[in-house]
């Protein structure tokens, strides 16, 4: 999508190029047929594109030869021979083609953003193309497919470079060998070297533990000494309130018990005079009472 995408762009800018006759204040802004792949159509020689594009299909035909079960040599397995070449040729054509744009554009009306334009195309060619071939090509792609050829047992080896396969089998099993000794060692002395911190933060914290233990300790006694100290105090103090308070009540509970005691008395005392004087009246009407029954009585005989 982004190669047919760049070409679409390239395309069109040749077409508004030409149009314009060289004068880029002219011509029109272009976009691809997928514009959201228009960031990756800087490059208009469509190298940058091209080259993962043909990488792409290269693998895809080579997973289906191992689908179908189809022997293949790993000397140049996924791609082709001669692939390194034609991709390094691919971006010095980019690369020239980018050069060579410039010249087409009319130099009274050329911009900086026309030379940076044809300095992208001259340059991300030639960028891909590196890249491909000495960063993904070589250290990725190749040995991948060659351990899935290996693995599907259907890697094939020219009689020729047999020998020389055997050697470096042997030089690569030599070498890992080595280095898993190696990385055994350091493994090792690394994890003595980690023992031996861990012992030692271990023996650190722990001291640091029982220090703060002790501290925090002590601290805690000397607290609950001094709150203990001043529980008595107060326990004392509110002791000798608390009695001189109830001495001064009970002083005047009897002071007012005394008071009362006085008053009922006079009152019972007055109640009973008064009870004997109303008694000595009744006694009187009595006799009085008594004294005219008589006189009646006496007067009826």
Known sequence: MAFINNIAVLVRWWRSFLAANGDS??????????PFLDWSAVDHSAVTTFI???????MTIALLKLIRRVNVRTENFPFFKG???????????GTLWGII????????????????????????????????????????????FARLAEKARLAVADDDDLSAAVCGLVARINEAANSFE???????????????EYEEMF????????????????AYAEKFDAMLENSEEAFRRRHISYEAAFESRLAGYEKEFEKRQKEYV???????????????EEKE??????????AVASALK
């Open 25 to 34: 204040t002219a011509m029109e802004s272009v976009s691809g047929v997928f």
């Open 52 to 58: 993962p594009m043909l990488g792409l299909w290269c």
């Open 83 to 93: 692939s390194d070449q034609l991709n390094v040729a691919l971006g010095l054509f």
């Open 101 to 144: 744009v410039i010249g087409y554009f009319d130099l009274a009306t050329v911009t900086m953003g026309d030379l940076m334009q044809c300095l992208h195309t001259a340059l991300f060619s030639t960028l891909m193309a590196v890249v491909w071939v000495f960063m993904i090509d070589h250290p990725v792609i190749r040995p991948l």
């Open 182 to 196: 190696k990385h055994q060692k350091e493994f090792e002395e690394e994890s003595a070297r980690r023992l031996r």
């Open 203 to 218: 023996d650190k914290r722990f001291k640091a533990y029982e220090e703060a233990l002790k501290a925090r300790h002590g």
């Open 266 to 280: 006079e009152f019972f005392a007055r109640r009973i005079d008064e009870l004997e004087k109303r008694v000595a």
């Open 285 to 294: 009407n009595a006799e009085k009472a008594n004294a005219r029954l008589a």
